[in-house]
């Protein structure tokens, strides 16, 4: 059994992780290249699947980021008809896409935090970030939520211990 991994330059880590895990393990392991990804369409509507290591064939394909490769999206379509695939494609693409998320999830009446799906333009943003009582401050380059951590290790910030209220810290 061999493991298509696809790894996109943009996001590494998650490629990264899955080769070395694979080589500790002994899977069987073909590194998909995404920049250089493309489908071949032969007259007879054969289908070839080669990115800039040669054919690429595979028995599973692990999950992957799309983003920024749009054009292999096709290749990654083929490779899922003959591999197993964990992830669809259209799931992938879904996930990629916070804004197209958000609105699927709206539609369905799926309960989610506030979201704004505006022109990048840092006036508008910053408008509509004060507006919805989203605070920020600045690290001097890019601005920042509360606490700079882009949501990693991230906790709810409590309000101040009252006599009435439960304990909320760790006994240390």
């Known amino acids: ?19 070395a895990a694979a080589d500790r393990l002994g899977v069987a392991v073909r590194p998909v290249e ?28 692990a999950p992957y980021l799309l983003w920024g490769f749009p054009a292999a999206v096709h290749a990654l379509r083929a490779l899922a008809r003959t591999a197993h695939a964990q992830n669809p494609v259209d799931g992938v693409l879904l996930a990629d896409d916070k804004a197209a998320a958000a609105y699927r999830l709206a539609q369905a009446g ?13 006036e508008l943003v910053a408008a509509v970030a004060a ?16 606490g700079g951590c882009a949501g990693r290790r991230a906790r709810r910030r409590w309000p101040p211990r009252s006599r009435n209220s439960p304990r909320r810290d760790r006994a240390r």
Do not use: H, K
Not at 111 to 122: G, H, K, L, N, S
């Open 110 to 122: 799926v309960p989610q935090v506030r979201t704004e799906i505006c022109p990048f333009d840092a």
């Open 131 to 146: 507006q919805i009582g989203y605070r920020w401050w600045s690290s001097g380059r890019t601005g920042r939520r509360d």
């Open 34 to 61: 995404l920049p250089s990804l493309r489908l071949g369409i032969g007259p007879r509507g054969d289908l070839a699947v080669t990115d800039s290591a040669g054919p690429v064939a595979a028995d599973s394909l």
């Open 1 to 19: 059994m061999t493991v298509a991994v696809a790894r996109n330059p943009y996001a590494t880590n998650v490629s990264s992780s899955l080769l």
